[in-house]
């Protein structure tokens, strides 16, 4: 479970709130193919290995809503370094105002606040 630190908002205005996060979350499964939803015409994301256990299960299980500021990201089985891995750059939180969640971006152009940050300044983990 994520609590989110109410008044962080990304460069374009909008705050950053667990609809956001989850939309990210539901974005990187997109584009990893481990939500199984990724068109067979549009190609895997560079870092799609990194979404997998070695026998080919996906890590991420599901994303929760809970309320405006709460969420819970549900594993498919025990995974010790989740936290380094939401701080990977690949895991940026991305404004889901500022591109299409099925299409690929420029993530050094696009408004960005990174989970990195987050875990610093804004997030409690439970």
């Known amino acids: 479970t994520l609590i989110l630190k109410p008044g962080i ?13 989850k939309w990210n979350v539901d974005r990187w499964r997109y584009f990893t193919n481990s939500s199984g939803t ?27 809503v809970n309320n405006i500021y709460n969420l819970t990201i549900s594993l498919t089985q025990p995974f010790g370094p989740f936290i380094e891995f939401l701080c990977l750059e690949a895991n940026s ?17 696009c408004p960005k606040l990174s989970i990195e940050f987050g875990l610093k300044t804004g997030f409690s983990i439970l």
């Open 9 to 21: 908002y990304f460069h374009d205005g909008y705050e950053l709130n667990a609809t956001a996060v």
């Open 38 to 64: 990724l068109p067979i015409s549009t190609p895997e994301a560079g870092p799609s290995s990194l979404y997998f256990f070695p026998d080919g299960t996906p890590i991420i299980d599901s994303c929760t």
């Open 93 to 109: 939180i991305i404004s889901p105002f500022s591109h299409s969640q099925t299409d690929y971006i420029d993530i050094f152009t």
